[in-house]
T-cell receptor, first 117, second 113 residues
Framework: DSGVTQTPKHLITATGQRVTLRCSPR?????VYWYQQSLDQGLQFLIQ???????AKGNILERFSAQQFPDLHSELNLSSLELGDSALYFC????????????????FGPGTRLTVL | KNQVEQSPQSLIILEGKNCTLQ??????????LRWYKQDTGRGPVSLTI?????NTKSNGRYTATLDADTKQSSLHITASQLSDSASYIC????????????FGRGTSLIVHP
């Protein structure tokens, strides 16, 4: 158990819908990262938040957005869902996350499996 | 273009044997290289993190090496166990500015009894 929790574990929805994935980081970790893992693309970095502020942006689509709340939990919002959005979505957390300095170990949650029908 | 290539794509070995997984990268400027182990359907677990100045790092039966000149890394697994069956992913991050990781596609390792 990494100490990172993600809900829900599974999510099945239809094209065009909107869903919200939730992540609670390890106690004391200020940085939260979101990743997408699909069979054809492998793991891809989406976005990082540090203490409530966006720190880094990866291959995140405009239809996707995220935020980190004052209690440090984070949500990833996916809208206008397409079949190709079906994937495992992971959240990870780490202690530090200052721009350009990411040496500390990242702890991954168990993931949310999203299926878009 | 920043890329991370892993080989082999898949590997089958017998329990107790050693194996070595390779990671070649073109990511520049280099910040750090990580090896992760991912069991099917679960989140990746960090094995090692190496910066430019580190050549070798061990974590139990896992030993990672880094040659920053040739931009190559390897992960050596000693005395393999059935529980080592998993995907091993190499991730290289760029330095300067924000966090920018590039992921390899992973090596799928199967350890047979």
């Amino acid at each position: 158990d990494s100490g990172v929790t993600q809900t829900p574990k599974h999510l099945i929805t239809a094209t065009g819908q909107r869903v919200t994935l939730r992540c609670s980081p390890r106690s004391g970790d200020l940085s939260v990262y979101w990743y997408q893992q699909s069979l054809d693309q492998g793991l891809q970095f989406l976005i990082q938040y540090y203490n409530g502020e966006e720190r880094a942006k990866g291959n995140i689509l405009e239809r996707f957005s995220a935020q980190q709340f004052p209690d440090l939990h984070s949500e990833l919002n996916l809208s206008s869902l397409e079949l190709g959005d079906s994937a495992l979505y992971f959240c990870a957390s780490s202690v530090e996350g200052l721009a350009g300095v990411v040496y500390n170990e990242q702890f991954f949650g168990p993931g949310t499996r999203l299926t878009v029908l | 273009k920043n890329q991370v290539e892993q080989s082999p794509q898949s590997l089958i070995i017998l329990e107790g044997k050693n194996c070595t997984l390779q990671c070649n990268y073109t990511v520049s400027p280099f910040s750090n290289l990580r090896w992760y182990k991912q069991d099917t359907g679960r989140g990746p677990v960090s094995l090692t993190i190496m910066t430019f100045s580190e050549n070798t790092k061990s974590n139990g039966r896992y030993t990672a090496t880094l040659d920053a000149d040739t931009k190559q890394s390897s992960l050596h697994i000693t005395a393999s166990q059935l529980s080592d069956s998993a995907s091993y992913i190499c991730v290289v991050s760029r330095s300067g500015g924000s966090y920018i990781p590039t992921f390899g596609r992973g090596t799928s390792l199967i350890v047979h009894p």
